[in-house]
């Protein structure tokens, strides 16, 4: 039973992990633009395609498509990893 707990609590240790890392990436990410627009407005101003769209607006729809895909990337992760493990550990123990 204890080598079953201790799969059980590695697979739970491996989410915070991934959990955490995702998280860490949104975070640099959406910081990240924040300061730029805070104390880079010359760069963050700059003017792309023929002065249209500026490094700012660019950024920031960067930082909007990246919620949506670190949120997949962890549902693809936890459908092939996290849930079949979890669905294992359950039958050992009932």
Do not use: H
Request: no cysteine; charged share 20%.
């Amino acid at each position: 039973m204890e080598g079953r707990d201790a799969q059980l609590a590695a697979v739970i240790r491996k989410r915070w992990r991934i959990g955490a890392a995702l998280t860490a990436v949104m975070m640099i990410a959406y910081f990240g633009f924040i300061l730029l627009v805070a104390f880079g407005k010359d760069e963050a101003g700059t003017l792309l395609a023929d002065g249209r769209i500026s490094v700012g607006i660019v950024i920031g729809a960067l930082v909007i498509v990246i919620a949506p895909v670190l949120t997949a990337v962890y549902v693809r992760w936890a459908n092939r990893v996290y849930d079949p493990a979890i669905d294992a550990a359950r039958r050992r123990n009932s």
